[in-house]
């Protein structure tokens, strides 16, 4: 089993930065890839970014540029934010993926202000 927990969202002003921060636990193996997503009121959840253990990162296409995931030795996520704009107000999850499971974290919450 393996257990994931978000942190570092808020409130931030259009513009302003933040950064959130994914703590894996339990079996995790390697040849993993995590990835955020987020979910908007309203909205189908979507795939902000996702880094594969290679390396490799991709982003969707409304945050590269200002958005930067990144992963630790000690299976530590991270989505650092910057420029951020009103309509990236979400609930961001994190997700881990390993021998076709999926493991989700119970998402935090960001908010922009305009």
């Known amino acids: 089993q393996v257990q994931l927990m978000e942190s570092g969202g808020g409130l931030v002003q259009a513009g302003g930065s933040l950064r959130l921060s994914c703590a894996a636990s339990?079996?995790?193996?390697?040849?993993?890839?995590m990835s955020w997503y987020r979910q908007a009121p309203g909205k189908q959840r979507e795939l902000v970014a996702r880094i594969f253990s290679s390396g490799s990162i991709l982003y969707t296409d409304s945050v590269k540029g200002r958005f930067t995931i990144s992963r630790d030795n000690a299976n530590t996520l991270y989505l650092q934010m910057n420029s951020l704009k009103p309509e990236d107000t979400s609930v961001y999850y994190c997700k881990l993926s390993q021998y076709g499971y999926d493991y989700w974290g119970k998402g935090t919450l960001v908010t922009v202000s305009s």
């Open positions: 339990g079996s995790i193996y390697s040849g993993n890839y």
